[in-house]
C-alpha cells in the first residue's frame, strides 16, 4: 500500500483531547479552519465544493501512539462499563488511527496564498493531519431505517450548566461576541458531560480543567449541575 500524504492540517478550537464532543455535530459553535498543503491549496481543487453544506473529513489520529489498540473497548454510551469490539465502535485506539467525521461548511478564503476551509460542528483536534475531503451527498449518505446498535439505547442526560461570579466577571471583559461563542462552547462541551465515567464516584470533589481557542476553564461537577468555577485566557 502507498504512504499516505495529508492534504491538510486542522486549526481546531479544540487544543487538548479532553472536552472533544465524541461525535460531529453536537456543538454548532465548534469551528475549525482546514489549511490545504501544497500541491492541495489550489483552488481548482475545491471547484464545485461551495455547493454542498456538508463535507465528509477522513483524518489520523496524531496524538494515538502507534500499535496502541485493544480488540475490545468501552464506549461512552454504553458508560464505560461495557466491553464491544473495536469494529463495533468510533473509538480512536484502532489498528489504524484513521476517523471520519460530517462537518458543516461555512465557506473558504484565501490569503497570501494560504487556502482555508471554514468549518463548523467539529469534533477534531488542533493540528490534526487530513487525507481526504469528500462532498456529504444526502442522497447516497443518508440511510432511510438504519439501525444504530447499542446507540440507539441511549439516553442523553442533558446537565444544567452554571458559572461562578468569578467565570462570569471573565466574560465580561472580553469581547461581547467573543464572550458570547466562548460561553456557547463551553456550555456545549459541559452539556456532553466530558468527565470519564470512572470519576462519577468522586462527585464535586475532582476539579478538571479544559484548553479551548485562546483560553482555559476549570469545571466541577455534583449530583445535580456543572459549575464553570474559572476561565482564564492562555498566556
Not at 131 to 151: E, H, Q
Request: charge should be positive; charged fraction near 20%; glycine fraction near 10%.
Amino acid at each position: 500500500m502507498n504512504g499516505l500524504q495529508p492534504i491538510g492540517i486542522v486549526n481546531s478550537c479544540f487544543k487538548q483531547k479532553f472536552g472533544i464532543p465524541r461525535q460531529p455535530g453536537l456543538i454548532p459553535e465548534a469551528t475549525a479552519s482546514l489549511e490545504l498543503l501544497p500541491p492541495f491549496n489550489r483552488k481548482e481543487a475545491i471547484r464545485g465544493l461551495e455547493g454542498f453544506s456538508h463535507l465528509w473529513l477522513l483524518f489520523w489520529f496524531h496524538k494515538i501512539k502507534s500499535g496502541h489498540w485493544h480488540p475490545t473497548v468501552r464506549p461512552p454510551r454504553l458508560g464505560g462499563k461495557q466491553r464491544v469490539g473495536v469494529f463495533a465502535s468510533r473509538s480512536p485506539f484502532r489498528p489504524n488511527p484513521i476517523g471520519l467525521s460530517v462537518v458543516r461548511l461555512l465557506g473558504w478564503s484565501e490569503d497570501g496564498g494560504r487556502l482555508a476551509l471554514h468549518l463548523g460542528g467539529v469534533d477534531i483536534l488542533d493540528a490534526t493531519p487530513v487525507l481526504d475531503i469528500k462532498p456529504y451527498i444526502p442522497y447516497a449518505d443518508m440511510v432511510s431505517g438504519a439501525s444504530g446498535g447499542f446507540t440507539d439505547l441511549y439516553q442523553q442526560n442533558i446537565v444544567n450548566v452554571v458559572y461562578s461570579s468569578e467565570a462570569i466577571n471573565f466574560l465580561c471583559s472580553i469581547d461581547g461576541l467573543e464572550a458570547v461563542r466562548l460561553r456557547n462552547l463551553i456550555t456545549g462541551i459541559l452539556q456532553q458531560n466530558p468527565r470519564p465515567a470512572y470519576y462519577a464516584s468522586l462527585g464535586a470533589k475532582k476539579l478538571f480543567g479544559i484548553k479551548l481557542m485562546a483560553y482555559e476553564f476549570y469545571w466541577r461537577q455534583d449530583a445535580s449541575d456543572i459549575t464553570v468555577v474559572k476561565i482564564s485566557s492562555i498566556p
